[in-house]
């Protein structure tokens, strides 16, 4: 029934819903205000087209275009498996979505991921989109016989849509307060990205301990550069925080730095390079588990390049080149456990020509390498 009075629709039984939106809704009972969108809808089933994302309710009630509130509801933009159960599903006492804010505020909330809760909280709040949102994100707790209790409480901010960073205070029952951090930025020629562990004061040694973590690479006219690296404050760094460290070599800390560019020579493409390497050895106090470092090498430098060269004696193709020389200054650490072993200069070249002859039915290409 429509009363054209006030512009009110009432539906009873199989309604279904389509708006301007694309959204969905079906349920037993409607009761709306066609012009200012305001009603309220029992017990429906409904797919926001806007976030690809829908569930159930006991009730929504439409406040207007771009905001509503679903009592006793579910919500998810997982499809549902073969079981019945999708991937990950928030459901909650009341849930508010504001699509002009792009923010939806969920009161009461379980958050579960293949039917297992993993998470509760008075209040959640999450995007309706894509698009990240700055918040707090929900806190991690890990107990080891080193720091005692652990528990962390992650702040994630949206600085701009090609930066953002995540700030998470730490506290360890037995070494005291600290902090994590990350940061990360694009840009069109160049990308980076930080990370950084601090202990102001660590009650267990009495000092200050760190961690940092960082990579950036870019490019530049026909060249690329790029370095990364892991420094930590101490040896034991390793072994009282082993989860922090991103090295797959938690004892051997590299630190590098290259630079490229790429220029043709005639018809030969080739690219000069300048590298160097080092590493930060973690040693053990026990002289039994000391470990051999690998050799820094500062520099790295190298030249190398292929291609075809013009023809010449009368062939109708060129030769093909191929050559690359590269020299190299080893060194090792200070505290390397092993002894013996040699530091020096050490340069290589090779280069090859060959030329190929080709018929329908054969084909010969000498070769000449030095």
């Known amino acids: 029934t429509y009363d054209s009075r006030d512009g009110r629709a009432s539906a009873l039984g199989n309604v279904q819903v389509l708006t301007a939106q694309g959204d969905r809704f079906s349920g037993p009972e409607l009761q709306l205000d066609l012009d200012r969108f305001e009603g309220f809808f029992l017990r429906p ?24 509130t679903l009592t006793t509801a579910s919500y998810t933009s997982c499809t549902i498996d073969g079981g019945g159960t999708p ?22 909330a379980v958050l579960r991921f293949l039917g297992v809760p993993i998470l509760a909280a008075p209040t959640l709040s999450f995007p309706l989109s894509d698009a990240r949102k700055s918040g707090w994100l929900p806190p991690s707790i890990n107990l080891d016989n080193k720091s005692g209790l652990e528990l962390a409480v992650p702040y994630y901010w949206n600085i701009a849509p090609d930066r953002d960073a995540t700030l998470t205070p730490v506290m360890y029952s037995r070494r005291g307060f600290g902090i994590d951090g990350e940061a990360r930025y694009l840009a069109p020629r160049h990308r980076g990205e930080v990370q950084w562990h601090w202990l102001p004061t660590d009650r267990v040694v009495d000092a200050s301990r760190y961690a940092l973590q960082w990579q950036q690479s870019g490019n530049v006219a026909a060249g690329r550069w790029a370095h990364e690296g892991v420094r930590v404050s101490d040896d034991s760094y390793w072994k009282d925080f082993p989860r922090l460290l991103g090295s797959i ?10 630079g490229e560019r790429d220029w043709r020579l005639g018809g030969v493409q080739t690219t000069i ?10 040693q053990d106090a026990d002289p039994r588990a000391l470990i051999a470092a690998p050799y820094h090498r500062v520099p790295q430098l190298g030249w190398r390049g292929s291609g075809r060269l013009a023809p010449w004696g009368g062939l109708r193709s060129g030769a093909d ?4 020389t590269e020299l190299n200054r ?33 084909w010969l290409t000498p070769k000449l390498a030095l």
């Open 330 to 362: 080893f060194e090792l650490a200070h505290n390397d456990a092993s002894t013996g072993r040699v530091e020096g200069w050490r340069a290589h070249a090779l280069a090859s020509i060959r030329q190929s002859w080709r018929t329908p039915g054969a």
């Open 45 to 68: 089933e409904y797919h926001f087209a806007r976030t690809g994302a829908g569930g159930r309710a006991e009730r929504i009630d439409f406040l207007g275009p771009e905001r509503s």
């Open 87 to 108: 991937g990950w599903l928030l459901s909650a006492d009341r849930v508010q979505l504001n699509f002009a804010a792009n923010e939806g505020i969920a009161d009461g």
């Open 321 to 324: 080149l191929d050559f690359e």
């Open 273 to 282: 390079y300048a590298r160097a390497q080092h590493w930060q050895v973690l």
């Open 249 to 258: 070599t938690p004892r051997l800390l590299p630190l590098s730095a290259q």
